[in-house]
């Protein structure tokens, strides 16, 4: 059975996790956003940092800012990622 990790070593683990995105897989990054949210853990705009539809981590984007919205299209999946611009 499996030892539960405090929120603490989760938070750490996350951190760790998005220094080096680029080499991650989509399965890694559910499993990481899985776990931040079994401990209620904002990822705030690390999100920013992969696909919302296909979890893939954003390699070389194309991005179109455009009436104070940022699009970012995935070049896996052809997914159009927005977000307002602050």
């Not at 951190?15 to 956003?33: A, G, M």
């Not at 539809?53 to 940022?70: G, L, V």
Request: contains cysteine; aromatic residues 6%.
């Amino acid at each position: 059975m499996k030892k539960k990790l405090s929120k603490t070593e989760d938070k750490k683990t996350i951190e760790e996790f998005f220094q080096d995105l680029k080499e991650k897989t989509p399965e890694e990054v559910k499993k990481i956003k899985r776990l931040a949210m079994q401990h209620n853990i904002r990822l705030g705009n690390r999100k920013k940092l992969y696909c919302k539809k296909c979890y893939n981590p954003f390699k070389e984007p194309s991005i179109r800012i455009k009436n104070e919205m940022i699009t970012i299209t995935c070049e896996n999946c052809e997914h159009k990622n927005r977000w307002k611009l602050k």
